[in-house]
């Protein structure tokens, strides 16, 4: 049974940042690609940021880029968030997830329905 842990959400002030981290368990981590979803009150969840199995490759959403940096520690079987020069329409609850090890591209890796394994999510509020 997969486990997917999310932690380091908080509220932090627009311009600041946070780490998110999440912890994997129950299947080898390094065969598979991650990635972080985002809801916001109301909304469905969104694609944020995503990295390959091998770390290589990372992908995000048009509004992330530049401020997001995903990353990955196959060792320790941890996923990481770094979010910088935050805003408050990045307040949502932010969700880790582990794709389901198919061959995906482009926009199709960024789809819900290619995870299949996703954290309870962490609350993330930026105040302006």
């Known amino acids: 049974q997969v486990q997917l842990v999310e932690s380091g959400g908080g509220l932090v002030q627009a311009g600041g940042s946070l780490r998110l981290s999440c912890a994997a368990s129950?299947?080898?981590?390094?065969?598979?690609?991650m990635g972080w979803f985002r809801q916001a009150p109301g909304k469905e969840r969104v694609f944020v940021a995503r990295?390959?199995?091998?770390?290589?490759?990372?992908d995000y959403t048009a509004s992330v880029k530049g401020r997001f940096t995903i990353s990955r520690d196959d060792d320790r079987n941890l996923v990481y968030l770094q979010m910088n020069n935050l805003k408050p329409e990045d307040t949502a609850v932010y969700y880790c997830?582990?794709?389901?090890?198919?061959?995906?591209?482009?926009?199709?890796?960024?789809?819900?329905?290619?995870?299949?394994?996703w954290g309870q999510g962490t609350q993330v509020t930026v105040s302006s």
């Open positions: 990295i390959s199995r091998n770390g290589i490759s990372t």
């Open positions: 129950g299947r080898t981590f390094s065969r598979y690609a």
């Open positions: 997830a582990q794709d389901n090890g198919e061959h995906c591209s482009g926009y199709a890796c960024q789809r819900v329905a290619n995870y299949n394994y």
